[in-house]
């Protein structure tokens, strides 16, 4: 009996060293096997953007030659770009003027540039085709996709078709829909003996695509480009031709070139956050403004025409008044102020958030001085100046009348940027009732301005989401009676990007760059619509401040003639100043009184 034991326990371990034996090598094979994918897919999506590469050697002899510089002209097999690790949504308005004035790899910040030659050295007449195939997307990266090409600075932009109706984006040439994936398909025409084309390939995410939303983040897409060289004596029918033509490209007639753009698009953000990205449309049209006096107080542009209620046309157009600064833009883009003042003028800074690489791809805020205002209908905000007249030897309070604020336009869509809309006056000086209106139209002693935030009490879903997310501020969503939250202007430009939580009071603010607004005075959503709740609030930025008894005393006036600026924006800080608000309709209204209680 030992014995039949001793060789049973002596056939299991055999088999079980055998069997060990072949795990091992399956472990190995195994390894070896996710080695060589890794190898393949590095290859694949990590050998540069822009692959250019001859299709076989007889390609060599072929009329149409390729290369990336003029200084080595040179007929290549291969050329190779420069590889980018992600984009970010930018917007078309943001490429260099000067994108084809560059030779071989030029990518920019959130964008692959590339430009080559084709040139014939051949004898005869000949055309070819090019063409960009889409090999694979995932998370439908595609859908705010740009592919622009430049032809001998013949450009144009091509997009996939609105989610809507399918017809092409504004000024895009729409992709194709071929069941191989070509998405573009070109032809260039008599090509001469001795012509040369630069071909300049540029390819970004566009953020005024309205597809450009949260679903996009992390998408990839993969592309390639062919070009195919065709003589003019091929030609019967040249679509046909083409189709035959991607079927025989080994044949010893056809001359191929292929441009193989292997492009692997992730998406860093096209998140909803404050601030539009600059690529976003940031219309405001028609802005509105309308500026009404009571009994006892005289309202005018240019300090001779008194009247009770003025409007846009006696803004743009101040009667005898040569030195207005009057701006009454058709547009608006998001800006910022502390309440700082320089020169007699309130300074604006203009921000740009985007990802950050530095910074693990966090959104951050870079801003930049606005020009300040000045005379016509460009910029970034609306100022003007007006005049107050006052009778009474001892001034006058002014209080905003209900109803004054900010509203959506009769008829139009409710988007919620009137949440994020505000205005200010910046007193300019006083002289007395009897001085000329030259001597009134000069004054320019600036003194402390004064920021009102209407509807402070709302909030759109966005705007809550971005508090909680992006400034770690928390809030809820409601047409009225929300808490106020607090924020800071911007007082510097910022030259290094700073991650969104950093420039509010949620995080740790730099106070070289942001600071709160020393007077900031609040109405609610009842005020701007003349409803019987309405209240008003003086304090700062930085809290919501004492309720007024009844209207917002909003400045008390000397006796004579004040001459004001008035400031209207959109508040780049604010909460809700987001994407999905812009393009909003707008009415700006403003109702002075010297009765506190209506």
Known sequence: MASKDVVVKADRIRKRKKFGKFVRLALFLLLLLLIIIYIVLRLLFNDGSFIVSLADNEMLYSGLAMYETLNDPTPKRRLKADDVQFLDNISIKWLPSDITEHEGSHNGKNYIAYSFYMENKGETVLNYWYSVVMDDVILNADEALRIMIYVNDERTV????????????????????????????????????????????????????????????????????????????????????????????????????????????????????????????????????????????????????????????????PTGYSGHKNQLPSELAPVSTAGTVTSGYLNFYKGVVEGDQDQGGAMALTATKTPDEAAGTTGDFIAFDIFLKVDDAAGADIFLTNGSGVTVTSGEADKGLQFASRYAFLPLGNTASTSNAATAQALSEAGTPIVVEPNYDAHTSTGVSNASTYYNQTTTQGASGIAYVPYKGVKAAISSPIILVNTNPGGTASATYFQDVATVYKTNVAYSNAGSTYAAYKGTSAAVGTQETHLLNVFHLNTGITKLRVYMWVEGQDIDCENAASGAFLTYKLGFTLDDDE
């Open 158 to 317: 091509y997009a996939k078709g609105n989610s809507i109706d399918g017809e092409a984006e504004p000024g895009t040439t729409k992709f194709r829909d071929d069941e191989d994936g070509t998405i573009i398909l070109e032809q260039r025409k008599d090509m001469h003996s001795g012509d040369l084309d630069k071909i300049t390939v540029v390819v970004w995410i566009e953020g005024d695509d309205p597809e450009c939303t949260n679903a996009l983040i992390g998408g990839h897409a993969r592309l390639h480009m062919t070009l195919i060289e065709e003589h003019t004596q091929d030609t019967i029918n040249e679509m046909e031709w083409f189709k035959v033509a991607k079927k025989k490209e080994k044949r010893s007639r056809l001359k191929s070139l292929v441009l193989l753009l292997f492009l692997t698009i992730v998406l860093l953000s096209t998140s909803t956050y404050a601030w539009f990205t600059a690529n976003r449309s940031v219309s405001i049209d028609p802005i509105n403004v309308q500026i009404a006096a009571s009994s006892g107080l005289q309202i005018s542009t240019n300090a001779s025409d008194w009247k009770t209620l003025i409007t846009n046309t006696d803004i743009s157009s």
